[in-house]
Nanobody
Framework: VQLQASGGGLAQAGDSLRLSCAAS????????VAWFRQAPEKEREFVAA????????YYADSMKGRFTISRDNAKNTVYLQMNSLKPEDTAVYYC???????????????????WGQGTQVTVSS
């Protein structure tokens, strides 16, 4: 499956953005999809993930309550709704897909073997 992330841009603190991850291929619904992000000089970190049917969903603790991940399998698209943005949310956001059904390691980037190109999110204070 090939992935393409979009929707990033410039925002002010408190604003909202919605990222999209469009996938090609008829097997999209067979994949768990996650969002990761990487800020300058920092390691890539897990943001959120959604299982094949659209639930359950998983979040990094710092994103709970502010970010919402969802998917529309009919459109082969996963979304990340980001509310109450903070300057520390500034990063390149990547979507990734995994065929694994193991949940214990779903926050590990090594579990994902399909990656999109990333979309930049910049939040100013």
């Amino acid at each position: 499956v090939q992935l393409q992330a979009s929707g990033g841009g410039l925002a002010q603190a408190g604003d909202s953005l919605r990222l999209s991850c469009a996938a090609s291929g008829r097997t999209f619904r067979s994949y768990r999809v996650a969002w990761f992000r990487q800020a300058p000089e920092k390691e890539r970190e897990f943001v959120a993930a959604v299982d094949r049917s659209g639930s359950p969903t998983y979040y990094a603790d710092s994103m709970k309550g502010r970010f919402t991940i969802s998917r529309d399998n009919a459109k082969n698209t996963v979304y990340l709704q980001m509310n109450s943005l903070k300057p520390e949310d500034t990063a390149v956001y990547y979507c990734a897909a995994s065929s694994s059904i193991i949940t214990s390691s779903l926050r590990a980037s090594s579990m994902y073997n399909n990656w999109g190109q990333g979309t930049q999110v910049t939040v100013s204070s």
